[in-house]
């Protein structure tokens, strides 16, 4: 049984940075690509960040030069700091982990809410 569990979201004053955790378990953690995405209410789900399994990493314009993706595969975690943060990036954030070997392979987390708010 495949899972994803997200960690670390919560209130922050704007400027302030947070760290997501997503500990996986149930999957092949190196093979996959790991993602982290955003939603706010009535809008579509964004791609923030993103980590290949071999490291290579992309990110949104809206996060970049600010938010870090990480991944340990030691620990089947992958990270997202967050740095600056704006009010813009409240959001409920979810992790993803995609795998393709024919058909495709993808997983998504429940989603931990991050507020930023003076």
């Known amino acids: 049984q495949v899972q994803l569990v997200e960690s670390g979201g919560g209130s922050v004053q704007p400027g302030g940075s947070l760290r997501l955790s997503c500990a996986a378990s149930?999957?092949?953690?190196?093979?996959?690509?790991m993602a982290w995405y955003r939603q706010v209410p009535e809008k579509q789900r964004e791609l923030i960040a993103s980590i290949n399994s071999g490291g290579s990493t992309n990110y949104g314009d809206s996060v970049k030069g600010r938010f870090t993706i990480s991944r340990d595969n030691a620990k089947k975690t992958v990270y997202l700091q967050m740095n600056s943060l704006k009010p813009d990036d409240t959001a409920v954030y979810y992790c993803?982990?995609?795998?393709?070997?024919?058909?495709?392979?993808?997983?998504w987390g429940q989603g931990t809410q991050v507020t930023v708010s003076s």
């Open positions: 993803n982990c995609r795998y393709q070997a024919g058909s495709v392979h993808s997983y």
């Open positions: 149930g999957i092949m953690f190196n093979l996959y690509a």
